[in-house]
């Protein structure tokens, strides 16, 4: 996610992105799920791999009222990568 606008000029593992990326993928794409698992971060320099779940609530109308995006967090050993 860039929003270079709000002083963000590049998140590789917060998720920001993942739940609107959910949300585009069910509702321009037509993938009819209610859960994605979403990777991210893992060819960053530094990497920063992160696998977050979005979970989104779906109204009795069909429209997405609400999500959950979350994950667990570990602290792994920093591994050097050159390029």
């Not at 696998?51 to 591994?79: D, P, Q, W």
Request: aromatic share 10%.
């Amino acid at each position: 996610m860039f929003a270079p606008r709000y002083g963000i000029q590049e998140e590789s593992a917060t998720g920001m992105a993942a739940g609107p990326l959910a949300c585009y993928l069910r509702e321009h794409v037509g993938f009819d799920k209610q859960e994605f698992f979403v990777e991210q971060g893992r060819w960053m320099a530094p990497p920063s791999p992160s696998v977050i779940n979005v979970r989104l609530h779906i109204g009795v109308n069909g429209n997405i009222e609400s999500l959950f995006a979350g994950g667990r967090g570990a602290i792994k050993e920093t591994v050097k990568v050159e390029f």
